[in-house]
């Protein structure tokens, strides 16, 4: 069955305290793997797209890698503005649009 | 990326009414979809809406408890049926981007608590 578990579920950081969140996925054919924010009350705002292991983007202080089992989303000297809820979700080969997602990191920055 | 409004932003209904809720997108679009996420979950896709003709539905979702219709392609409405407190949830419209991408853009949501 095809799977998506993020780890940890929860996180609080020092502001400047750098860290890392991780999706780790099970599935028949990876397609594309796609990183989320999601504030409170509002829909999730797309970060980043990446398709195939050793690819890496980079937002600000953001910075999302890719392996063939899990992609990290890497927080470097984080703000509290950067508190949020940080979702993962992939797309099969099989042909179709559907995203599988994971549940969520809720990362709370403190000043 | 594609402004995407939805109506309402959230409601407090009552068991065994309906709720239908709109989508708006600014650009027209390939491809519009209806996402449930219920508090501590994860997003769950709830069908695929195709312009002029029915809904693609996953597993678990049928047409009667959700109807979809998407009669452009820059509006669709999903409408919760027959309602009951386990309807309670954030419903979320998303497009994909432009031709090619493999984005989806999310709506605001629609915080629905059913009483």
């Known amino acids: 069955e095809d799977q998506v578990t993020q780890s940890p579920e929860a996180l609080r950081l020092q502001e400047g305290e750098s860290s890392s969140l991780n999706c780790s996925y099970t599935?028949?054919?990876?397609?594309?793997l796609f990183w989320y924010r999601q504030d409170p009350g509002k829909g999730p705002e797309f970060l980043f797209t990446l398709y195939s292991a050793g690819e890496e983007k980079e937002k600000e202080r953001l910075k999302a890698t890719l392996t063939k089992k899990e992609s990290f989303l890497h927080i470097t000297a984080p703000k509290p503005e950067d508190s949020a809820t940080y979702l993962c979700a992939v797309r099969l080969t099989s042909g179709t649009y559907k995203y599988i997602f994971g549940t969520g990191t809720r990362l709370k920055v403190l000043a | 990326s594609a402004v995407i409004s939805q109506k309402p932003s959230r409601d407090i209904c009552q068991r065994g009414t309906s709720l239908t809720i709109q989508c708006q997108v600014d650009s027209q679009v390939t491809m519009m979809f209806w996402y449930r996420q219920q508090p501590g979950q994860s997003l769950t896709l709830i069908a695929t809406?195709?312009?002029?003709?029915?809904?693609?539905?996953e597993s678990g979702f049928v047409i009667d408890k959700f109807p979809i219709s998407r009669p452009n392609l820059t509006f669709s409405t999903l409408t919760v049926s027959n309602m009951s407190p386990e309807d309670s949830s954030i419903y979320l419209c998303?497009?994909?981007?432009?031709?090619?991408?493999?984005?989806?853009?999310f709506g605001p949501g629609t915080r629905l608590t059913v009483l």
């Open positions: 599935v028949s054919g990876l397609r594309g």
């Open positions: 998303s497009v994909r981007g432009l031709a090619g991408a493999a984005e989806q853009f």
């Open positions: 809406a195709n312009q002029g003709s029915e809904a693609t539905y």
